[in-house]
Structures are given as structure tokens and as C-alpha cells.
């Protein structure tokens, strides 16, 4: 903004004069001052600091608090005058003020418009309020005992005295009174005392007398102030500032009314007489136009309306100058281009304009400050050509970057204070209820305005922040010409420099502002400072900025970049010497295909003159150019014929190194390959260097060609390029081809995924697996599954076995598996089969134990082999980063699914036959009998056992188990009698029936009879195979118990949720007959207990234990597993039973 006036561009306020702060004088050495004038030399120097700091000139300040701009004079300042009077030749005329266009020694005499100096003197020259800093009179104490004839006397010198400094304290107030008077400024006295002096009951005496003796309005006209600490000094000055804030804007307002006035007798018809000089009668100045009068008047009521606050006020007379200058301009009649009052409406007219878009800011209406902007741009530059000011001329493009400028300097403040700028994300779609309520909505403004939004922003609409308007300004700046006549007057100013300073702000505030780390903004502004560099001559920089900048073009393929930025940067190369440098940049240049139209071997001739002429730095190691992220110079492609090969076995390869086909490189020294072969390495235009050959391994591996090394040699040069097996220029694809004959040259597309690398993998292992077995398993038996595993392969093979149990979805049932040994209910892992030679097969037995339900049984069956071939001993010790090698392993799988039946089938028939016995009386003797059976009936019970299975079954023994009850006793029964019509073969569909007799007894008092019945049968069986493992007999555990006990719940609990079959028989200790009983099958009389096999065991928890040993199939454990988890339950059960 340093190329405005800052009086037009500072945002203006209300004006305070402050008087009396000077410091004093400093004493004489041998003068000692006293504490008192020491306190008030620092009251004065706090109120000057406080006075000054609170409000400095500047041009963003929106607040709006009641604070003035403050003004240090001194007590006789003088005001400038209103108006000059008339000379002898002018006393006949009205009169003018000094800056009035209209007074012939003016600067705007004659016709112009509004100067500077106007503002500086409504800032620095004439105040709206002053304050007059004054210290009253103050007599020195009377000194210790003083009789009453002199106390008197003391009383009476001291008023005489104070009313005679008084009085000359008011004249010089009245003086100052009569001055600010005739400018209508409010003046008010500010009285220093001491603390003493405020409790002098005579103070008040003579406050009044000093206001009616110096003419003091009586409000806010007269203050008294004592040295205080710098907090109070600062609630003083706020009070005097609130209390005169309301006088400051009447000043203003009445300056705006007489503006007004004269404004409407203007526009009235007015016509203002130019006084005339002898001197140039003959030759008399034109005058001001009425619409430059409208631009005076318009401005003027705007500055004192931004004097008073009020920003609306301001904005709409800021418009009505602005609009009133476009018309002046429109004309050259009126302002004839080039000439000293065009420059300076010129310049009016961009303030004018920064004060609009101040103002809408303010207010936060980004908007309309971004329009106003670019309208006063676009107005402009259309009047510009009309003036001869081009675009082609270095004046039409200074003054756009000067606009740009001045308005990111704007924001830049406006950003450090309190303006945001906005955020312009894109709005999201509206939704589908949004849509919905948009049709059903009789107004949609809303709605359809969200819509609007979202189809996209201009971005010239969008107010952007500062750096973005650096950088406009930094691109105008660039657009310089020497053709035009303003350009003479520039020659002696840096452009460069000027240009690079823009470019660099705008830099930091894009980086500053920017959502990633580094934007494509970023890195375009980046790459203009670097040529702003090289065209300053500061190639080392410029060279800086190209490093950086070409990192992330090569990364992300932005060609268009790459061409001017590696031109540039190797130009700065040839100015630094750096010869390495000037190398890579030209290969480079020939893999991102660089081609001048007029001259296709610039490149390559640069190239060659540079290995030639030039020697590089270090002539033992060569200089290494990685174009891995920028393009290759020569398109590479590798090819495998077949993707996957067996150890022991090759696929061919092909790789093709392809020249481009418009940059030439034929003159280029290419001596080697390294993968490595030599030959004739120089390619054509389009031709095309094919290497062919085969790849194979010893062990698994994954082969492919990793990097391709061009070793390029001429004289001292050795260069050596790492190149991709497989890169293409970008935006170019080529066909893969295979070279099927050399002499003549034929191809063969490659049809289908091509493949850059082979995967070499183990032979695979030949091994036959045989599982036979025959189904259907039978509830209660363990199931042969026999596994036979036969090496079929060249090679000895170690095999193992896994085995997986699937859980069966179905309620009841058990499963578990024996394998080798091992038992498990769902997987037994690692059965070694051992080393099978050639040949040799090995089977094994697996056992399926099935109980509970039926349904099926699904196992899956892993046969791993392994080879036992020992690898080559490695020539060096390996490293442990070195990946391992593969195993040579293989696996075949095998799922069954066997379903399991029950392998007998009961069906049940029961006939009753009441009993022909006479009832026995009451008195009858043989009732008392323990013998005694009163015969209520019979039941004949028919037994059908079916045979459901196949193959069948061997019965080796049936027997009825017989229960002893109160209620039925089994008297009879075929199976007894004649077991061995039972004991044979039973085949698929074999029955077998058994009759039994059951005597019923009418006995009622016995109480629940938990005998399920009077017996049950017990049978035993095998499988007919000669495979199998000896069978489970089916039995029922007898449990003793009494309701009573509590222990009982914890055999019953485990009973029940392992799923043993188990008979509860009640045990009554009261009873002499059931105890004498019980005793003889359990001497010591401990309940629980359970007869397992002819065995009595006792006690609650070592029945929990026996159960889950004793039954090791059936789930879920009720104790736990761990051996420390399991002996601490064993503690708290025993502490609890001692309970």
C-alpha cells in the first residue's frame, strides 16, 4: 500500500489534541526536585503512553469502541485558518478556505479535486475535542506550632494567593476557550492536584470559580486528577474518553451538514466564481466541473461520517464519489489523460475503491468486496485503453498489480484482526427427503438455492485468501513491455525483485493456508520464484527450487511441467559450471522425449558436446543417472513365456529395449548391458533390441529380471542408466510381442495376461490315499476307519496324518476319534506314518466312537508328504535378512461323511390281566408277613428287538436285569429261559421276541416309585467284521440317594449334564428295614453312592471325579481341566462340605 497517499487509505477516527504532558525540563544539577513534582512528572509521562498506545493510525480497525486518535501539542497550538482573506484585487470576492479550489493559492487551485493534505489536517491539524492538561495552585503548608495570630495571618496570604493563581489559570483557559470556540471543538480542563489538595474542603470553591472565570461548558468540561497507578490512569482515561465521545460526533455531524448544504446549493444551480490574477487574465484557468464538486462534497461527508462510526453512512458517500469520478473519467474533456489532476483523480479513485472493499469486509460481506474489486479492475481497464494504456504497455500492467497488491495487503491485515475468510467447500447433493420436501414445498428458495450451490463456484466469485492476490500481483508484475513512455520512469526500479517478493508471500500464505502439504498451487508459484531467480542471475537458488519442485512432477507424471522446468534448470546448470548435473538433466530430458521441431538433434547434439568437450568431477566411480521416476529413455518390456515351472524345469524369456521413435539417440556411445551381455549397442529411430534366453532354479523361487543397467562411455564419461524391465513413456502402450524367428524378424502377439517373472515350484508329490470302511457306524461301538497311504513318486516321502472331528449340530450326541493312540473329540494332529520309499504303502486304523444320537459323522483326513532331499550347503554364511527358502511339502485331503444308526431296534407290547384273588380282609395275619404280595394283577409285556443295520450283528448275551419295586416284580420271562435262541448272527431286518410276566401289586403307600420299571435288558454285541474293537456293553449306574442330603445335587448334576445312564434309588435312614438293607451293600452308610460293576463308591466330589474319568466321551467336563484350577475347586469344595 506504500504506493497511495496512507491519508486516504488509514481508517479514520475521532481526534483528540491533549495539551500540558510535556515533559519538563530537566533541573539543574545542584536542584534536588521534590517528591511531589516527581509524582507528577510520572502521573504526565503515564498519561502520555497510555494517551498514545490506546489508538494508532492504520488502515484496518474495525472495531468500534469510544476511542480517539490522540494528539500530543502544546498549550498555544495554533489552528489553521477556515479561510485566507481576499487580497486588494479579490476584495470583492467570497471567502474560500486555503484547499479550496477556488482560492488562487490553493494546490487544487483550480480544479482539484480533494488532496491529501485535506485528511492530514482533519487528523493532525484541527481536533474535534482538547483537553488541556493544567496543575493548580497548590500553597505550601503551614509550618508547626503556630500561634493563633499567625495561623490566621497564614490563612489569609494563602487565599490571596490561590485566588491570584486562579485567576490567571482561568484567563489561559478562557484564551484557549476563545480559540477552539471559533472552530465549535469542545475544550475541556483536566486539573493535576495532589491527594492533600482533594481533601482541602475549599477545592470545590475554587473549581467553581476557575469554570464561570474561564467561560467552561458545566458538563464534561472540568476534571480533577490526582497521581494515581497506571490501572486508574487507565479507568480516567476511559471515562474522559466516553464523556467527550458525544461532543466529537457533534462536531463531525455539524462539518457533514454544512458539506450537505453546500452540496444541495451546488446542485441547485450554484455556480462558483473563479478569481481571476492580473497575470493571467489573459489566459484564465478552466475551473473545477460540477461533477468534480459532487466527488469533493460526496468524499468529504464520507470521511466525516467514517470520523463518526458510521460505516454505512460512509459506504454509500464512498459510492457516490466513486460513481461520480467513473463519470469524470468517461470524458477527457473533463479530465484530459496524462495530466497532473487525471494522475490524481487516478489515485483517488483506487482509495476510494480499497475503502468500499474495506467497508463490505467489515461488515463480512465478502461478495460484494470481491465485486467491487473486479469491477473497479474491469471498469478501469477498459478506460485505460481508451487512454492508449494497453495491455501491451508496462503502465496498464503496474497499475493491475498494484490493485492486486493493495487488496491482498488488505486481506493480509484484515486476516490478522478478525476477518475470516470463507471457506468454499463443495455442498453435498441434497437427499432424497430433501428432494422429496423440494416437490411437495409450494416455495422452494431454500432448496432450489442449495441446489444452485452445488453445481459448482467460480472461482473469480470466491473471495480467496491474500497469497492468491500476491500472486496475481506477482503475474502482472512479469507482464512487463518497454514500450510505453511511463516505462523510462521505471527503469531504475528491481522488477525482479519486486516480482520474486510477491511470488514468495503469495508462497507462504498458499502454504499457510493450503489443506495438504504441498498443493499444485504450491508448486507452480514454487517453480515462477525459481525462474525469477534464474532471470535475476541467482542460479544456485533457482536450482534449489527446481530440486524440489521436480521431485513431485517426475512422481506424478505431470509432463507438461517437466519441459520448461529441465530446460531452465539446465541452463542454470551450463551458467554454475556443473557439468555431472548438465548430464542428467539432457538424459532426462531424452527420456521425458524433448524434441525441438526445428532442430530434433538439439538434445542428443548437447549431450554428445558435453561428453566430448567436458571431463567429469571423479573419473573413478561412474556417475550413475536413475531415471526410475522420470521417463525412459528406451521402452523396456521382459516377457516370460511360461508363469509357473516345476524345479528341475526353464521358461524362456524375452526382453525387448525399444528406441523412441521421433527422438534420436543413435549417436549416443552405449557400450554395455549390464544382465550382461555386449554387442553393438546403438539403436535407430523405432528399433528395437530383443534378448532372449531361459531361467531356471534348483528350488522355489520367484524369478524375475529386477533392473536393466545402460553403461553409456565416451572419453572420460562413463554413465550408467538403471532402467525398468518393463516401462512405457506414459500415455504410450505397446502390444507385447514374442520374437519367433530372427532371420527374417517375425513377432507373435502375445494374446491374454502377460508375465513379467516365473515362479519355480515343487514337483508335485505323487502319493495314493486309500480310506475304506464300512458304514453305517452303530451307536455305542468305535467305528474302524482304515487309512492306507501308498508312495507313488520317484522320491522317499515322509508322511503324517491329521484328522479333524466336525461338531455335530444334533442334541444328545457324542463323538470322538482314536487315532495311534490318541483320543480326541475333535482333532488329533501328526500321526507318523514314517519314511515311505518308493513303493511302499502303510496303513493305519482310525476309530470313530459314535453314542447318544444318530446322525452323521463328517472327519477330514490331511495326508502330508514331506521330501527328505537335503538343500546345497550355501557357499557363504547366510544372512538373517535372507528370505527362507520354501518347503518341499504337499498335501492331500480327504472328507468322509459316515452315518450312524442304532444296531437294534426295540418295540414294546403291553397286555394287563386283572388279578381272580380274593381281596384280603383287615384282620387277615398274612398281610403283616414282609413277604407278603398283594396281587392286584398281571402285565404281559412283548418285546420286538429289529436288527437295522448292515452289515449285521453277533449277540453274545442277552439277560433282563431285574428291578425290585412295591408296585411290579417281573415273575417270568422267555430270555431267562432260553437265552440261546438269542445268541446268534442277527442279520438286517432279523427280529427277535421276548415275552415277560409282571406282577402288579396294589400297594399305595409307598411314595414315588423313581424305579423307571421293573427291569431292564441288557445286551451284548459285536460288529461282524473281524476289524473290529471289542464293543461297549450298555449298562445302567444304580445311584443311591436320599432328597434330603444337599451332596446329592452334585452327583445328580453331573449325571445328568455328561449324559450317564443311571437308576436313582431312594435311600430313607429312618427306616430300619431300608438302612439294614443299604448297610449290607454299603457298610459305612455314606450318601451319595453309586454301584459301578459290582463296586460301591462314596462321597459327593470323588463321585464328580470318578464320573468324568470313568466316562472320559461324554460332555461337557464338569470340573476343570487345569490341574492348579482343578485341585483349588477340590479346596473350596472340602471347606464348603466342612461348612
Known amino acids: ?86 487580497t486588494e484585487e479579490q476584495s470583492h470576492h467570497p471567502l474560500h478556505s486555503p484547499l479550496s479550489p477556488l482560492t488562487p493559492t490553493s494546490p487544487l487551485y483550480p480544479d482539484g479535486l480533494i488532496a491529501p493534505i485535506w485528511i492530514r489536517k482533519h487528523t493532525t491539524l484541527v481536533p474535534s475535542v482538547f483537553v488541556l492538561f493544567k496543575r493548580i495552585y497548590e500553597h505550601s503548608p503551614p509550618p508547626p506550632n503556630m500561634t493563633g495570630t499567625e495561623h490566621a495571618d497564614y490563612d489569609r496570604d494563602r487565599d490571596v494567593e490561590e485566588r491570584r493563581r486562579d485567576t490567571e489559570l482561568s484567563a489561559e483557559i478562557a484564551q484557549r476557550k476563545r480559540s477552539t470556540n471559533e ?57 474522559l474518553q466516553e464523556a467527550l465521545y458525544e461532543p466529537a460526533l457533534d462536531y463531525y455531524t455539524n462539518h457533514s451538514k454544512r458539506v450537505r448544504r453546500k452540496r444541495n446549493r451546488h446542485s441547485q444551480g450554484t455556480v462558483h466564481a473563479i478569481p481571476v490574477s492580473p497575470l493571467g487574465a489573459g489566459n484564465s484557468p478552466r475551473p473545477l466541473r460540477p461533477e468534480g464538486w459532487t466527488v469533493r462534497y460526496e468524499y468529504k461527508m464520507a470521511c466525516f461520517a467514517e470520523f463518526r462510526g458510521e460505516d454505512e453512512v460512509a459506504l454509500k458517500h464512498y459510492q457516490d464519489a466513486y460513481t461520480a469520478l467513473l463519470v469524470m473519467f468517461g470524458s477527457t474533456a473533463i479530465l484530459p489523460p496524462r495530466t497532473k489532476r487525471w494522475a490524481e483523480a487516478k489515485v483517488l479513485a483506487d482509495c476510494i475503491s480499497v475503502k468500499i472493499c474495506k467497508l463490505y469486509l467489515y461488515n463480512n460481506e465478502h461478495a460484494m468486496a470481491l465485486a467491487h474489486h473486479n469491477g473497479h479492475m474491469r471498469k478501469f481497464s477498459d478506460l485505460s485503453r481508451g487512454w492508449g494504456i494497453g495491455d501491451e504497455t508496462f503502465e496498464f500492467w503496474s497499475w493491475l498489480a498494484r490493485q492486486h497488491r493493495v487488496f491482498a495487503e488488505l486481506l493480509e491485515q484484515g486476516t490478522r484482526s478478525t476477518l475470516k475468510i470463507p471457506k468454499h467447500a463443495p455442498v453435498p447433493p441434497p437427499s432424497a427427503a430433501k428432494l422429496a420436501a423440494q416437490a411437495a414445498a409450494p416455495q422452494r428458495g431454500p432448496l432450489e438455492a442449495d441446489a444452485v450451490r452445488s453445481l459448482g463456484l467460480n472461482p473469480t466469485h470466491a473471495l480467496q485468501h491474500p497469497g492468491f492476490y500476491y500472486y496475481m500481483a506477482a503475474q502482472c508484475t512479469t507482464n512487463h513491455s518497454s514500450l510505453s513512455p511511463g516505462f523510462a520512469n521505471e527503469k531504475k526500479v528491481d522488477h525482479l525483485a519486486i516480482a520474486l517478493e510477491l511470488y514468495t508471500r503469495a508462497y ?252 519355480v515350484h515343487n514337483k508335485p508329490h505323487h502319493v495314493a490315499v486309500a480310506v475304506s470302511h464300512s458304514s453305517p457306524a452303530y451307536l455305542g461301538e468305535e467305528y474302524p476307519i482304515t487309512i492306507d497311504v501308498t508312495n507313488t513318486d520317484d522320491r522317499e516321502l515322509e508322511i503324517v496324518v491329521d484328522v479333524l472331528l466336525h461338531p455335530v449340530e444334533i442334541d444328545n450326541a457324542t463323538s470322538f476319534i482314536t487315532f495311534d493312540g490318541q483320543t ?134 442277552v439277560k433282563l436285569v431285574k428291578e425290585v419295586g412295591d408296585r411290579a416284580k417281573v415273575i417270568d420271562c422267555f430270555a431267562d429261559a432260553d437265552e440261546d435262541s438269542f445268541l446268534s448272527e442277527w442279520l438286517s431286518g432279523d427280529e427277535f421276541c421276548d415275552h415277560c410276566c409282571i406282577a402288579l401289586s396294589r400297594n399305595v403307600d409307598g411314595g414315588d416309585d423313581l424305579i423307571p420299571g421293573p427291569g431292564h435288558y441288557e445286551i451284548s454285541w459285536r460288529r461282524q467284521l473281524q476289524t473290529m474293537r471289542n464293543h461297549r456293553n450298555s449298562f445302567s449306574t444304580p445311584l443311591y440317594a436320599g432328597r434330603f442330603c444337599p451332596f446329592v445335587y452334585r452327583t445328580w448334576i453331573t449325571l445328568e449334564e455328561r449324559g450317564v445312564p443311571y437308576q436313582y434309588k431312594e435311600v430313607n435312614p429312618y427306616d430300619k428295614e431300608e438302612r439294614k438293607q443299604y448297610i449290607a451293600i454299603n457298610p459305612k452308610g455314606l450318601i451319595p453312592s453309586i454301584l459301578y460293576k459290582g463296586r460301591l463308591l462314596a462321597e459327593s466330589f470323588i463321585l464328580c471325579e470318578f464320573l468324568e474319568d470313568a466316562y472320559p466321551y461324554h460332555q461337557p467336563d464338569i470340573l476343570p481341566v487345569d490341574p492348579y484350577t482343578r485341585a483349588y475347586a477340590r479346596i473350596w469344595a472340602e471347606n464348603k462340605t466342612l461348612v
Open 1 to 86: 500500500m506504500n504506493s497511495y497517499p496512507p491519508e486516504l487509505l488509514a481508517q479514520l477516527a475521532p481526534v483528540m489534541f491533549v495539551a500540558g504532558l510535556d515533559a519538563p525540563p530537566e533541573p539543574p544539577s545542584q536542584a534536588t526536585p521534590s517528591k511531589q513534582q516527581d509524582s507528577f512528572a510520572v502521573l504526565k509521562h503515564r498519561l502520555r503512553e497510555s494517551l498514545i498506545s490506546q489508538r494508532k493510525v492504520a488502515i484496518w480497525q474495525p472495531e468500534k469502541a469510544k476511542l480517539f486518535q490522540a494528539v500530543l501539542v502544546d498549550a498555544d497550538a495554533k489552528f489553521p485558518p477556515r479561510k485566507l482573506p481576499p
Open 183 to 239: 472552530r465549535s471543538i469542545k475544550l475541556t480542563a483536566v486539573l493535576m492536584a495532589s491527594r492533600r489538595m482533594l481533601d482541602d474542603p475549599a477545592l470545590d470553591a475554587r473549581l467553581t470559580f476557575i469554570r464561570r472565570q474561564s467561560g467552561l461548558d458545566p458538563r464534561a468540561a472540568l476534571f480533577v486528577l490526582s497521581p494515581v497507578t497506571q490501572t486508574e490512569i487507565g479507568d480516567f482515561i476511559r471515562s
Open 508 to 759: 507462504e500464505l498458499f502454504k499457510k493456508n493450503s489443506a495438504s502439504l504441498q498443493s499444485r498451487q504450491q508448486l507452480w508459484i514454487a517453480y515462477r520464484i525459481a525462474q525469477m531467480y534464474y532471470e535475476s542471475g541467482k542460479f544456485d537458488m533457482a536450482v534449489r527450487f527446481f530440486e524440489r519442485i521436480a521431485k513431485t512432477y517426475r512422481r506424478e507424471k505431470w509432463e507438461a511441467m517437466l519441459h520448461p522446468l529441465l530446460s531452465t534448470w539446465y541452463s542454470c546448470a551450463q551458467q554454475l559450471g556443473d557439468m555431472e548435473l548438465s548430464v542428467q538433466l539432457l538424459l532426462e530430458m531424452l527420456g521425458h522425449r524433448f524434441i525441438d521441431q526445428e532442430d530434433p538433434d538439439s538434445v542428443q547434439e548437447d549431450l554428445i558436446a558435453v561428453l566430448k568437450s567436458t571431463v567429469p568431477s571423479s573419473t573413478e566411480e561412474p556417475l550413475i543417472v536413475d531415471l526410475a521416476e522420470s521417463g525412459p529413455i528406451l521402452d523396456s518390456t521382459t516377457i516370460f513365456w511360461s508363469p509357473n515351472v516345476s524345479i528341475g524345469e526353464s521358461s524362456a524369456f524375452q526382453i525387448t529395449l525399444t528406441a523412441p521413435p521421433a527422438i534420436p539417440i543413435s549417436d549416443l556411445p552405449f557400450s554395455s548391458l549390464v544382465v550382461h551381455f555386449s554387442a553393438n549397442l546403438r539403436w535407430r529411430d523405432g528399433s528395437s533390441l530383443v534378448l532372449t534366453g531361459s531361467l531356471g532354479s534348483d528350488f522355489p523361487i520367484t524369478l524375475t529380471v529386477s533392473k536393466l543397467v545402460l553403461t553409456l562411455q565416451q572419453n572420460s564419461w562413463t554413465i550408467e542408466m538403471p532402467l525398468q524391465p518393463t516401462s512405457w513413456r506414459l500415455g504410450l502402450i505397446r502390444k507385447p510381442q514374442w520374437l519367433t524367428s530372427v532371420n527374417p524378424a517375425r513377432f507373435m502377439s502375445m494374446h491374454g495376461e502377460t508375465h513379467s517373472s516365473v515362479t
Open 824 to 957: 480326541s473329540s475333535s482333532l488329533i494332529k501328526g500321526v507318523n506314518f514314517g519314511r515311505l520309499a518308493t513303493g511302499v504303502h502303510m496303513s493305519k486304523t482310525l476309530f470313530l466312537g459314535v453314542d447318544g444320537a444318530i446322525g452323521d459323522r463328517t472327519l477330514d483326513i490331511s495326508v502330508q508328504s514331506r521330501t527328505q532331499t537335503g538343500l546345497p550347503a550355501p557357499a557363504s554364511p547366510t544372512s538373517p535378512k535372507s528370505p527362507t527358502l520354501l518347503a518341499d511339502t504337499a498335501e492331500a485331503l480327504r472328507t468322509l461323511v459316515i452315518p450312524t444308526v442304532e444296531p437294534i431296534k426295540f418295540e414294546q407290547e403291553i397286555k394287563y390281566k386283572r388279578s381272580t384273588k380274593p381281596i384280603a380282609g383287615i384282620a387277615d395275619l398274612d398281610t403283616f408277613e414282609d413277604d407278603y404280595w398283594d396281587d392286584a394283577g398281571e402285565a404281559h409285556v412283548s418285546t420286538t428287538m429289529t436288527c437295522v443295520g448292515n452289515p449285521g450283528i453277533s449277540v453274545e448275551s
